[in-house]
C-alpha cells in the first residue's frame, strides 16, 4: 500500500470534530519539536567550543517547547472525546503517552514541569534589568574573570551569566547550597531530552494512526 494519501481538508480534518482538531495541533507540535531537534543535531556537528557556547540556548529552546507542548496535552484531556480516543490507541502508542502524562501539573514529575516554566518565564523571555535575576547572577559570578574579543560572533560573558540563570532557575537556593552537582544537572537535561522526543515519537505515530484510518 502506497504510503501517501491525496484527501480533502474537509475530509480529513472535519470542522466539527474534535479529534480532527487535536490531531491538527498535534501535528503542529510535532513538526516545531523536529525542527529544534533538527537545528539541535546541527549544532552537534559543529566544533566543540561552538556547541558549548550554543548548548544553553538550545536547552532552553527544548525547555520552553516541551513545556508548551506538555500544556497541549493536558489541556486536551479537558474533552472526553480525546481522551477516549487515547485509550482507543493502540497499547504501544498509550505507552509512550504514559511516558509524558508524569510531566503533566498533577504528575508525579510536576516538578520538572516547574523548572521548564521557571527556565521559559526567566531566561527564555529575557530577563529584564530592574528584575533581581541578573543581580543573582552577578552576585554569584563576582569573583570571575570576564573575557571579551569583539571578534567573536557570540558574547561568553552573556553565555555565562545566562547559564548561571538556568541553574538558578532549576535548582532551588538551599539545592544550590547543597552542591547538588553535575550529576543532578545532566539528570535534569537527560530527562527532559527524553520527554522531548517521545513527544516527537507519540505526535508522529498518532498521526500516522489517525490517517491510516482514513483509507478504511
Not at 523548572?115 to 533581581?132: A, E, G
Request: hydrophobic share 40%; with cysteine.
Amino acid at each position: 500500500m502506497s504510503p501517501n494519501l491525496f484527501i480533502k481538508f474537509e475530509e480529513a480534518f472535519p470542522i466539527n470534530s474534535n479529534i480532527a482538531r487535536w490531531i491538527v495541533g498535534l501535528g503542529i507540535v510535532h513538526n516545531d519539536l523536529v525542527y529544534i531537534s533538527q537545528n539541535s543535531r546541527a549544532i552537534s556537528n559543529k566544533d566543540m567550543s561552538i556547541q558549548i557556547t550554543q548548548l544553553s540556548s538550545m536547552l532552553r529552546i527544548h525547555c520552553s517547547s516541551l513545556r508548551e507542548a506538555i500544556f497541549y496535552l493536558e489541556e486536551s484531556e479537558k474533552l472526553q472525546e480525546v481522551t477516549d480516543h487515547i485509550k482507543s490507541l493502540p497499547q504501544e502508542l498509550q505507552e509512550l503517552y504514559s511516558k509524558l502524562t508524569p510531566l503533566f501539573r498533577t504528575g508525579v514529575e510536576a516538578d520538572l514541569l516547574q523548572k521548564m516554566t521557571n527556565i521559559r518565564n526567566v531566561t527564555y523571555h529575557f530577563s529584564k534589568p530592574n528584575k533581581n535575576e541578573f543581580t543573582k547572577a552577578l552576585q554569584e559570578l563576582c569573583d570571575r574573570v570576564v573575557y571579551y574579543d569583539k571578534v567573536e560572533e557570540r558574547f561568553l560573558f552573556a553565555e555565562i551569566i545566562s547559564d548561571t540563570i538556568m541553574i538558578q532557575s532549576l535548582f532551588k537556593p538551599d539545592e544550590i547550597a547543597a552542591n547538588q552537582g553535575k550529576e543532578a544537572v545532566s539528570a535534569i537535561i537527560s530527562r527532559i531530552l527524553n520527554a522531548f522526543h517521545t513527544f516527537i515519537t507519540f505526535a508522529k505515530e498518532v498521526v500516522n494512526y489517525y490517517f491510516k484510518h482514513l483509507r478504511g
